[in-house]
């Protein structure tokens, strides 16, 4: 008897934790650890221009060890902020200059915004996130959040939206997790904003 109730509460915990944004990320970086994640990585320079872009099915980041500091007792002391990607079997080491990799699931609207209006000489007499939100409701109607990423020097560089959005701390010094709608986005050395998109529109 005893452990049929064990074995239902486990079932319970499982089920109530299954609908938790932090279970989903806990799966998912199970998921990065063993198989990796299906997903895009691009970098850019301070203006915001894409540095370059790289694609795969077996994409995993993590911070490379041998640049953490350590105290005596072997204690990390400052987190290291270069990023050891695999892609595949191949290595990307990365350092410096502004990087976000997403999950194929999830849609940069700021291409879709860039591609429509210049965006060096538009009216700068509404703020900038505002004007995209409204210009692309079809995009951003229903989404709960919007998070806009900007380059280091504060230039606008991914926008994307979602109805479920959660951010985590990582291993890796300068850089955020977020999860939207289950899709993995990670974010390093970019500043950022989320916006409810209520208030926005």
């Known amino acids: 008897m005893k452990k049929i109730i064990s074995i239902s509460l486990v079932a ?12 989903e ?3 998912g970086d199970l998921k990065e650890a063993l198989v990796g994640r299906e997903m895009v990585i ?3 320079d301070e203006n915001s221009q894409l540095i370059d872009r790289v694609q795969g099915k ?17 204690n990390v002391v400052e987190k290291s902020s270069v990023l050891n990607i695999t ?4 290595e990307i080491i990365h350092v410096g200059s502004s990087l976000i990799s997403h ?43 919007i998070i806009l990423i900007r380059s280091q020097s504060g230039q606008p560089l ?6 479920d959005v959660s951010y985590y701390a990582t291993d890796i010094e300068n850089s955020t997790a977020l999860l ?15 916006y409810d998109t209520e208030l926005l529109q």
């Open 58 to 74: 077996s994409v995993s980041i993590k911070a490379d060890d041998e640049f953490e500091l350590t105290d005596v007792d072997g």
């Open 180 to 194: 939207i709608d289950g899709e993995f986005l990670f974010i390093y050395r970019c500043d950022y904003t989320i």
């Open 158 to 163: 991914a926008t994307f939206a979602g109805d």
């Open 25 to 27: 990320k806990k799966l």
């Open 42 to 44: 691009q970098s850019y």
């Open 103 to 145: 999950e194929l699931g999830l849609e940069n609207i700021f291409d879709v915004y860039a591609k429509s209006v210049d965006l060096d000489n538009f009216d700068r007499s509404v703020p900038f996130v505002n004007r995209m939100v409204n210009e692309l409701k079809n995009y951003t109607t229903g989404k709960d959040k």
């Open 87 to 90: 892609v595949g079997g191949n």
């Open 12 to 23: 319970v915990l499982v089920l109530t934790l299954a609908g938790c944004n932090w279970f």
